[in-house]
């Protein structure tokens, strides 16, 4: 069990620019989530793979963000046109099933100029 | 809709004293209750779990917490804290969506253990 992995931990970029991440989630595990945490905030939903499927999308998922995950393995997560409401950690979970925990990577920490 | 309440966002004690991190929810279902640990620029880990059964359970770390169900509660407890349990704590309610889990998350208390 090697985890969660997020790719980049820290994305400092300027407001306008397009921004991407990356998740690898747990090898065996088909779920996938990602939820947004801004400052001293718990998480919030924002959207669920199960394989390939996104199954469900948050009211928060606005059209300048989309996720994918192509092949059901890494997804990605891409911003365009930043604002600085974006700034905020990004999260990443997987789980085996339906009744499993959630587990969660470090995050991608991302900062708005 | 689902909701979490974290009643106390910080909560001070000194080391080797005991810990109590109050935690309620809403709910029109069945839920499942969750709670997580976060310390400083990681992810969340989690701490424990409730699905069915016994009310009082037991996590990792040495904490518990029991499920109150007439009183929609789900503290969080320990007996003897660590400086090393300095952190955010986060207690979470799931709903089921699709085949998967969606966690609602409270606003966090962020615990800190003086010596």
């Known amino acids: 069990d090697t985890g969660v992995s997020q790719n980049p931990r820290h994305k400092i970029t300027k407001r306008g620019q397009n921004v991407t991440f990356r998740c690898d989630p747990i090898s065996e595990h088909n779920r996938l989530y990602w939820y947004r945490q801004t400052l001293g905030q718990g998480p919030e939903f924002l959207t669920y793979?199960?394989?390939?499927?996104?199954?469900?999308k948050s009211r928060l998922l606005s059209d300048r963000f989309s996720a994918e995950r192509p092949k059901g393995s890494f997804s990605t997560l891409e911003i365009q046109r930043t604002e600085q409401g974006d700034s905020a950690m990004y999260l990443c979970?997987?789980?085996?099933?339906?009744?499993?925990?959630?587990?969660f990577g470090d995050g991608t920490r991302l900062s708005i100029l | 809709a689902q909701s979490v309440t974290q009643l106390d966002s910080q909560v001070p004690v000194f080391e080797e004293a005991p810990v109590e991190l109050r935690c309620n929810y809403s709910?029109?279902?069945?839920?499942?209750l969750f709670w997580y640990v976060q310390y400083p620029n990681q992810g969340l880990q989690l701490l424990l779990k409730y699905l069915s059964g016994s009310t009082l359970v037991k996590g990792i770390n040495g904490f518990e917490a029991e499920f109150n169900k007439s009183q929609t509660s789900f503290h969080l407890r320990k007996p003897s804290v660590h400086i090393s349990d300095t952190a955010e704590y986060f207690c979470?309610?799931?709903?089921?969506?699709?085949?998967?889990?969606?966690?609602?998350f409270g606003q966090g208390t962020r615990l800190t253990i003086n010596p």
């Open positions: 979970a997987s789980s085996l099933s339906k009744d499993q925990p959630q587990h």
């Open positions: 979470a309610v799931s709903s089921f969506f699709q085949g998967a889990q969606k966690l609602v």
């Open positions: 709910s029109s279902v069945s839920v499942y």
């Open positions: 793979f199960q394989n390939e499927a996104q199954l469900e």
